[in-house]
């Protein structure tokens, strides 16, 4: 009998322990087991965390009326499943700082976005992929701009990939086989806690048996992060000079003459440099995991694009992938949707009905700094507290209509709140982890309203007010 | 005094603002401070708090904290509000603003620090035209929802 069968076997009866003990807490559980039932708790196991881009699928989340309690989550995933029960969760709707009726905020939302001649739909990296096929469809019935956070976080290394092609590989191999992880411009101990003991470090392989004695740990960076202060060798390298250095490695790697201003330029030796090529040369299964120091420093999307190259260059030698740590859940997703939908990544504009790609003008960022954009559709993305302060002002003078879970930044921009649900979570949903997998998180709980069940439906609702108003504007 | 910006996440920082507790005292202990090197900490006159400011003139006050993870000439302050006050939108035509890399300069100040919710109505609010939309934003009014 295969998993889903029994599952589906199982439900029924759990179910009904769940709505006598819990009382409509818990809805739909996908793999349970009821621990100390007659006290109301539920052991929810594989569960999956939908914050950053590893979307750890084997958490379990130990559910009581009054507490959640989580098991193998790290201090970030805690605190996301905690937002379950937070009393400060936007509930209801509000437009322009008044409570309204769900019906009536999802009509004013939809009239700002008609009215409006350049509006940008901007999908947030905690956005099921399904909801992200809905917001790109309110897009091209608009005739608007479609980006999310992958432009503002790795956005650089989608370019460089696309200069440059990246030889990649999925997690499951980076766990069972590498034995040399160069972190760059990353710190994962700190943005993706349990990167190291998962999937690069410190678990044993199946070709890695010894764990951390059999790997080896190189960490370029500017600062002596937490991860740095745990590697092997510590690179640190002059902020904004990474793609001298990985220019010097490749020359370097071939054999050649380094040129000595590298030092001078770079910060790093030529006895670090020797070390570090000489370690590339010696793995059997090498790995490059880019973080954004070295999209988001200058040189941009050039970094990533010679670090692939660099990582193609070692395939000469040995087996060597590269990665990038990207850093919401779903932050993959959106490139992955917007690929199959339109053919382009990111930053896609469809004001002349069709899609057209140009990072740096249909780019959240500089559109809305240059002041085309006349309304924003917000989902669960926070723009207000990711961009810079220039963005922010020109938001405060635009209709926002946000799409958020818990008040923030963002409530301070938004003309319209619509009441966000958590994705994976409350519904069920899927999203790309960093090496392009999808997950499928099965939701365990239910929304704590009634009038949407995901962001997809919401997204759905308003994109039918939007197209019947549009019918009724153009049969006039 | 002129120095390097870096931003980036902290695994406290992160917790807080997934946890939705972006308007806490927690957000600003943990995302409104700023690494230095002992050297340069020394040279700024051992502040408690420093100012950053961009090449704009847009400035931001946040705690001074010693640290030995920081190269001379280098400061690390913690991705959030804070450090998107002198964050610059330029993006190269990438798409992705100035989170790294960026010159400033920093100066010894007094405090304090503000708060999220006091920072977004005088910094970033104050570009707001609000005779341009007669209406108001969502936060305006209310401060948050605490029926659920």
């Given at each position: 009998?295969?998993?889903?069968?029994?599952?589906?076997?199982?439900?029924?009866?759990?179910?009904?322990?769940?709505?006598?003990?819990?009382?409509?807490?818990?809805?739909?559980?996908?793999?349970?087991?009821?621990?100390?039932?007659?006290?109301?708790?539920?052991?929810?196991?594989?569960?999956?965390?939908?914050?950053?881009?590893?979307?750890?699928?084997?958490?379990?989340?130990?559910?009581?009326?009054?507490?959640?309690?989580?098991?193998?989550?790290?201090?970030?995933?805690?605190?996301?499943?905690?937002?379950?029960?937070?009393?400060?969760?936007?509930?209801?709707?509000?437009?322009?700082?008044?409570?309204?009726?769900?019906?009536?905020?999802?009509?004013?939302?939809?009239?700002?976005?008609?009215?409006?001649?350049?509006?940008?739909?901007?999908?947030?990296?905690?956005?099921?992929?399904?909801?992200?096929?809905?917001?790109?469809?309110?897009?091209?019935?608009?005739?608007?701009?479609?980006?999310?956070?992958?432009?503002?976080?790795?956005?650089?290394?989608?370019?460089?990939?696309?200069?440059?092609?990246?030889?990649?590989?999925?997690?499951?191999?980076?766990?069972?086989?590498?034995?040399?992880?160069?972190?760059?411009?990353?710190?994962?101990?700190?943005?993706?806690?349990?990167?190291?003991?998962?999937?690069?470090?410190?678990?044993?392989?199946?070709?890695?048996?010894?764990?951390?004695?059999?790997?080896?740990?190189?960490?370029?960076?500017?600062?002596?992060?937490?991860?740095?202060?745990?590697?092997?060798?510590?690179?640190?390298?002059?902020?904004?000079?990474?793609?001298?250095?990985?220019?010097?490695?490749?020359?370097?790697?071939?054999?050649?003459?380094?040129?000595?201003?590298?030092?001078?330029?770079?910060?790093?030796?030529?006895?670090?440099?020797?070390?570090?090529?000489?370690?590339?040369?010696?793995?059997?299964?090498?790995?490059?995991?880019?973080?954004?120091?070295?999209?988001?420093?200058?040189?941009?999307?050039?970094?990533?694009?010679?670090?692939?190259?660099?990582?193609?260059?070692?395939?000469?030698?040995?087996?060597?992938?590269?990665?990038?740590?990207?850093?919401?859940?779903?932050?993959?997703?959106?490139?992955?949707?917007?690929?199959?939908?339109?053919?382009?990544?990111?930053?896609?504009?469809?004001?002349?009905?069709?899609?057209?790609?140009?990072?740096?003008?249909?780019?959240?960022?500089?559109?809305?700094?240059?002041?085309?954009?006349?309304?924003?559709?917000?989902?669960?993305?926070?723009?207000?507290?990711?961009?810079?302060?220039?963005?922010?002002?020109?938001?405060?003078?635009?209709?926002?209509?946000?799409?958020?879970?818990?008040?923030?930044?963002?409530?301070?921009?938004?003309?319209?709140?619509?009441?966000?649900?958590?994705?994976?979570?409350?519904?069920?949903?899927?999203?790309?982890?960093?090496?392009?997998?999808?997950?499928?998180?099965?939701?365990?709980?239910?929304?704590?309203?009634?009038?949407?069940?995901?962001?997809?439906?919401?997204?759905?609702?308003?994109?039918?007010?939007?197209?019947?108003?549009?019918?009724?504007?153009?049969?006039? | 005094m002129d120095i390097i910006l870096?931003?980036?996440?902290?695994?406290?920082?992160?917790?807080?603002?997934?946890?939705?507790?972006?308007?806490?005292?927690?957000?600003?202990?943990?995302?409104?401070?700023?690494?230095?090197?002992?050297?340069?900490?020394?040279?700024l006159?051992?502040?408690?708090?420093v100012r950053l400011t961009n090449e704009y003139g847009d400035s931001?006050?946040?705690?001074?904290?010693?640290?030995?993870?920081?190269?001379?000439?280098?400061v690390?302050?913690?991705?959030?509000?804070?450090?998107?006050?002198v964050?610059?939108?330029?993006?190269?035509?990438?798409?992705?603003?100035?989170?790294?890399?960026l010159p400033i300069k920093i100066e010894k100040c007094?405090?304090?620090?503000?708060?999220?919710?006091?920072?977004?109505?005088?910094?970033?609010?104050?570009?707001?035209?609000?005779?341009?939309?007669?209406?108001?934003?969502?936060?305006?009014?209310?401060?948050?929802?605490?029926?659920?």
């Open positions: 009998m295969n998993q889903l069968s029994l599952i589906s076997e199982v439900r029924p009866a759990i179910k009904e322990v769940i709505r006598l003990e819990v009382s409509q807490l818990i809805s739909n559980v996908s793999k349970v087991e009821t621990v100390k039932a007659k006290q109301g708790k539920v052991k929810c196991t594989d569960v999956t965390c939908t914050v950053c881009g590893m979307s750890c699928d084997d958490i379990e989340v130990l559910m009581a009326n009054d507490e959640i309690t989580t098991k193998n989550a790290c201090t970030i995933g805690d605190a996301r499943f905690q937002v379950l029960l937070s009393h400060d969760r936007i509930v209801y709707p509000v437009v322009y700082g008044e409570r309204q009726e769900w019906m009536r905020a999802v009509e004013t939302a939809a009239d700002m976005l008609i009215k409006a001649k350049r509006p940008l739909i901007f999908l947030g990296g905690e956005t099921s992929t399904e909801a992200m096929a809905a917001g790109i469809e309110i897009a091209e019935l608009l005739g608007g701009l479609v980006d999310g956070n992958s432009s503002i976080c790795h956005g650089p290394t989608i370019m460089g990939l696309q200069n440059t092609g990246q030889v990649g590989c999925t997690l499951g191999e980076c766990r069972n086989r590498s034995d040399l992880s160069i972190y760059w411009g990353c710190n994962p101990s700190e943005s993706h806690p349990r990167h190291l003991s998962r999937h690069s470090m410190y678990n044993r392989g199946f070709f890695v048996e010894q764990g951390s004695r059999g790997r080896k740990m190189i960490v370029v960076d500017s600062r002596l992060s937490s991860t740095a202060a745990l590697a092997d060798l510590h690179v640190q390298i002059k902020p904004g000079s990474d793609y001298e250095l990985l220019d010097a490695l490749m020359v370097a790697l071939r054999g050649e003459e380094v040129n000595e201003a590298v030092e001078k330029v770079t910060g790093v030796s030529m006895d670090t440099i020797d070390k570090l090529v000489d370690m590339v040369k010696a793995c059997k299964f090498g790995v490059i995991w880019m973080g954004l120091g070295i999209a988001s420093t200058r040189g941009k999307s050039h970094n990533p694009a010679i670090a692939m190259r660099l990582a193609q260059l070692c395939n000469d030698y040995t087996k060597f992938v590269i990665l990038a740590n990207r850093v919401e859940c779903n932050d993959a997703g959106l490139n992955q949707v917007l690929t199959w939908t339109t053919g382009f990544p990111f930053a896609v504009d469809f004001s002349r009905g069709y899609p057209r790609y140009q990072p740096g003008e249909y780019t959240c960022v500089d559109a809305i700094c240059r002041g085309e954009v006349d309304a924003v559709l917000s989902i669960s993305a926070d723009l207000g507290g990711h961009l810079p302060k220039k963005a922010v002002e020109r938001l405060m003078n635009v209709p926002v209509v946000s799409i958020e879970v818990s008040p923030g930044p963002q409530a301070f921009v938004s003309d319209v709140i619509l009441p966000g649900v958590i994705d994976g979570m409350e519904c069920d949903g899927t999203f790309y982890r960093m090496d392009n997998v999808p997950i499928r998180a099965r939701s365990f709980t239910e929304p704590p309203f009634e009038f949407t069940k995901s962001n997809e439906d919401t997204l759905r609702m308003l994109l039918k007010v939007i197209k019947q108003k549009k019918e009724d504007m153009e049969g006039r | 870096n931003t980036g996440s902290t695994v406290y920082q992160g917790a807080i603002i997934k946890g939705g507790n972006k308007f806490t005292d927690g957000y600003t202990r943990e995302a409104a401070y700023c690494n230095i090197n002992p050297k340069d900490f020394d040279a006159g051992k502040p408690w708090f931001v006050v946040v705690r001074a904290k010693k640290t030995n993870t920081q190269q001379v000439g280098e690390f302050v913690p991705r959030g509000i804070w450090a998107n006050v964050v610059t939108p330029e993006t190269e035509s990438t798409g992705s603003p100035k989170y790294k890399n007094e405090g304090p620090v503000m708060g999220p919710e006091e920072l977004m109505r005088n910094y970033y609010s104050k570009g707001r035209k609000s005779d341009f939309y007669e209406r108001t934003k969502y936060l305006d009014k209310k401060s948050g929802q605490k029926e659920h």
